[in-house]
Nanobody, 123 residues
Framework: VQLVESGGGSVQAGGSLRLSCAAS????????MGWFGQAPGKEREGVAA???????NYADSVKGRFTISRDYAKKTVYLQMDSLNPEDTAMYYC???????????????????WGQGTQVTVS
């Protein structure tokens, strides 16, 4: 299993970024995919998740600002991040797991496979 994130960077408050996560080495279409954020000194927290049929789940803090999507042909999951604010600053990780999407954001332990992370900094 390999998950490779990209798209992080530094942006001013109010700006946008799109994160990508390229998946390989497993049956991508069968898994729930999630994005988690970890700020310095804090726990890794669920941000958004999408199941194999496209049902989504978002943390309250990002609803209406972030959009998760997945491309089955490209085996890639995306996180469109709009109206960013400094509280969104974190390392963002892509994850794959066999978990119902409605539970997916409750704990990182539902996800068995992780990428290396991509840093998002909002000033």
């Amino acid at each position: 299993v390999q998950l490779v994130e990209s798209g992080g960077g530094s942006v001013q408050a109010g700006g946008s970024l799109r994160l990508s996560c390229a998946a390989s080495g497993f049956s991508y279409s069968r898994y729930c995919m999630g994005w988690f954020g970890q700020a310095p000194g804090k726990e890794r927290e669920g941000v958004a998740a999408i199941d194999r049929v496209g049902t989504t789940n978002y943390a309250d803090s990002v609803k209406g600002r972030f959009t998760i999507s997945r491309d089955y042909a490209k085996k890639t999951v995306y996180l469109q991040m709009d109206s960013l604010n400094p509280e969104d600053t974190a390392m963002y990780y892509c994850a794959a797991g066999e978990v119902p999407v409605r539970q997916a954001l409750r704990s990182r332990h539902y996800f068995a496979s992780w990428g290396q992370g991509t840093q998002v900094t909002v000033s």
